[in-house]
C-alpha cells in the first residue's frame, strides 16, 4: 500500500495539519497561509520519500508526528517572532488580540470547572449507589447527569472559533443546574455540605449568587464574541482600502 493513501499517513497528516492551525492563527493572514503551504509540500515529500525507500505506512506517520513533536518549540517560537511583528506594526490590534486571548481562557477555566464539578458530583452518587446509600436511577442523578453533558457538549464547542458562542450560550444551563442540583444531591450524600448549610447563614444567598455571576459571565462572554462574526479585521482593512481608491 502507497503511504499516501494509507491511514495512518492521512491520520498523521491531520494531526499535524491541526497543530499548524493552532499555532499559526492570530498572525499575519498571508504568511500563516505560507507556513501551511510549506506544511503540505512538506508531508508530500516525506510519504514520497517513505515510498522510495520501503518505509511502512505506520511507520512513516510516526516519523512524521515524531518530527512534529520535536518541532514543536521552534513553531512556537516562529509564532512568537511573527505575533512580535504584529505587535510593532499595529499595537492596537496586538492588544485586542492579548484581550481575546485572555477572555478566552478565562471562559473556558470556567467552563472546565463547572463540568468538573458535574463529574465530582456524578462520582459521589455512583460510589453512594453502589454503597446502596441512595437508589439507583434518581430524578436528581438523571437530572445532573444530563447537566453533565450539556456542559460536555458546551466546553467542545468553546474549544472551537466558529461554534463557541453557541457554546457560551449552553453553558449557562449547566451553571444552573450542576450548581442548584449538585448542592442539593450532596446535602444527603456529604456531611461537609450539610453542615455548611447548617452553620453559615448566607449558603443559599451564596450558591444563589454563583449561579447568577456564572450564567452573566457565560452571557457576557457570548455577547463579547458575537460582533466577530460581522466582520474581521482583514475584511475591515480592505473595505478601508477600497473606500479610499474610491474616494480618490
Not at 49 to 78: K, M, N, V, Y
Not at 114 to 141: C, D, K, N
Not at 197 to 205: A, I, V
Request: hydrophobic share 45%; aromatic share 10%; glycine share 6%.
Amino acid at each position: 500500500m502507497s503511504v499516501l493513501t494509507s491511514t495512518f499517513y492521512h491520520h498523521a497528516v491531520s494531526r499535524v495539519s491541526r497543530w499548524c492551525s493552532w499555532y499559526t492563527r492570530e498572525v499575519d493572514i498571508e504568511v500563516a497561509a505560507t507556513r501551511r503551504d510549506e506544511l503540505a509540500s512538506d508531508l508530500y515529500e516525506h510519504a514520497i520519500w517513505a515510498d522510495e525507500s520501503g518505509t511502512t505506512p505506520r511507520a512513516a506517520a510516526r516519523e512524521i508526528l515524531s518530527r512534529a513533536l520535536r518541532g514543536a518549540p521552534a513553531d512556537l517560537t516562529w509564532r512568537h517572532a511573527q505575533r512580535r511583528k504584529v505587535a510593532l506594526a499595529d499595537p492596537t490590534r496586538f492588544r485586542r488580540l492579548r484581550i481575546e486571548e485572555a477572555v478566552s481562557s478565562l471562559v473556558l477555566v470556567a467552563a472546565s470547572a463547572v463540568l468538573g464539578w458535574g463529574l465530582f458530583v456524578l462520582t459521589r452518587i455512583v460510589l453512594s449507589t453502589i454503597g446502596e446509600q441512595i437508589r439507583p436511577g434518581s430524578a436528581t442523578a438523571i437530572t445532573i447527569a444530563s447537566f453533565t453533558a450539556l456542559a460536555a457538549c458546551g466546553l467542545v464547542l468553546l474549544l472551537q472559533r466558529r461554534t463557541r458562542v453557541g457554546g457560551a450560550l449552553i453553558m449557562v444551563l449547566p451553571s444552573f443546574g450542576l450548581v442548584h442540583f449538585g448542592l442539593y444531591q450532596l446535602y444527603s450524600l456529604s456531611t461537609t455540605v450539610g453542615a455548611l448549610t447548617f452553620t453559615m447563614p448566607g449558603w443559599e444567598l451564596a450558591s444563589n449568587s454563583l449561579i447568577v455571576g456564572l450564567g452573566m459571565f457565560f452571557t457576557a462572554a457570548a455577547i463579547w464574541w458575537w460582533p466577530e462574526r460581522r466582520t474581521t479585521p482583514a475584511d475591515t482593512s480592505t473595505r478601508l482600502k477600497t473606500i479610499g481608491e474610491m474616494a480618490r
